[in-house]
């Protein structure tokens, strides 16, 4: 089946300091990924739809100049948390939705980001 | 209200137990319906598509009651490894995201 990669798939820093997590479709193109979040006890919040090549769009509430997201090729976005604080702490997962199959998303591993 | 809202629970069940998770979602006009399972620390995984008719896999039956806006599964004969947490998940149309309710966590004992 579809394979979806996340990297780092935790990460620890501090305060302040800006981290990038990449989602990659490994054996498939993906011309739609989402970004999701997801406190303790809480289900998956939609953070972003990302579209090879055009800006995403973010869900109410997420701000898009501290959520930076790239998706410049087929294969590979990136979530960037600028600035995090110990609030961004969560857990980052992304999904991918292939050419021709619209029904169908894979979700990566997921990254478990926790800002001291 | 909540696009898709599940009991959280916690289920905790003997071994060989038959459980039923109900979830309600309040667009009516969402087209495709799933059942998730996600283990702790780890990503949700797809357990079963859910269709109007019904449909069964193995020991999980689902079903669709669109008037209602009502989804249910049933896990019959549970075993330990079913302990997970059980996300109904909602996609008002296809391509788009999806919508995942709060989860039901069961919990499977010996």
């Known amino acids: 089946g579809a394979v979806v990669s996340q990297h780092p798939s935790w990460v620890i820093c501090k305060s302040g300091t800006s981290v990038k997590i990449e989602c990659r479709s490994l054996d498939f193109q993906a011309t739609t990924m989402f970004w999701y979040r997801q406190f303790p006890k809480q289900s998956l919040m939609l953070m972003a739809t990302s579209n090879e090549g055009s800006k995403a769009t973010y869900e109410q509430g997420v701000e898009k100049d501290k959520f930076l997201i790239n998706h410049a090729s087929l294969t590979l976005s990136t979530l960037t948390v600028t600035s995090a604080h110990p609030e961004d702490s969560s857990f980052y997962i992304c999904s991918a939705r292939g050419e021709g199959r619209p029904e169908t998303q894979y979700f990566g591993p997921g990254t478990r980001l926790l800002v001291l | 209200r909540k696009e898709v809202e599940q009991d959280p629970g916690p289920f905790n069940v003997p071994e060989g137990a038959t459980v039923a998770f109900n979830c309600t979602y309040s667009?009516?006009?969402?087209?495709?319906f799933f059942w998730y399972r996600q283990d702790c620390r780890k990503e949700p995984k797809l357990l079963m598509s859910v269709y109007s008719s019904g449909n069964e896999d193995g020991r999980f039956t689902a079903q669709l009651n669109r008037a209602s806006q009502y989804i249910s599964l049933l896990i019959r004969d549970s075993k330990l490894s079913d302990s997970a947490t059980y996300l109904c998940v909602v996609n008002a149309q296809a391509g788009t995201a999806l919508i995942f309710g709060k989860g039901t966590t069961l919990s499977v004992s010996s």
């Open positions: 667009n009516s006009a969402s087209q495709s």
